[in-house]
């Protein structure tokens, strides 16, 4: 069995799409203003972005975009620095990883075994 599809709810569709498309090579397959947005990734995953007005995930939530190497993991990370994102060095931990805030009020893990 495989996950195919995952709804977030964020503040801010349009800033959310943005970033995934910029950073994550995602695509936008369709929207609806600024209320939705359906996304998705080289494997045909789809990830839709629903406007919330008030958007609290737990502490803990975040959604995971594994990377090919370790220097992938590194570029991304640079990449993000390089374009203002608050982000710490990537870190042993469950793999080499590290976290950013999305615009969107989401987070996301950045890995590699």
Do not use: W
Request: hydrophobic share 35%.
């Amino acid at each position: 069995m495989k996950l195919g599809h995952l709804n977030l709810t964020v503040n801010d569709v349009n800033a959310s799409k943005e970033f995934l498309e910029t950073y994550f090579d995602m695509t936008c397959v369709g929207s609806r203003g600024s209320g939705f947005a359906a996304m998705f990734d080289d494997d045909q995953f789809v990830l839709t972005l629903m406007k919330g007005k008030e958007v609290h995930y737990p502490k803990t939530f975040h959604i995971g975009f594994p990377q090919e190497s370790r220097e992938k993991v590194d570029q991304m990370n640079k990449r993000l620095l390089d374009a203002g994102y608050v982000v710490d060095l990537p870190i042993e931990s469950h793999g080499y990883t590290f976290y950013v805030q999305a615009p969107g009020g989401f987070t996301i893990e950045v890995l590699s075994e």
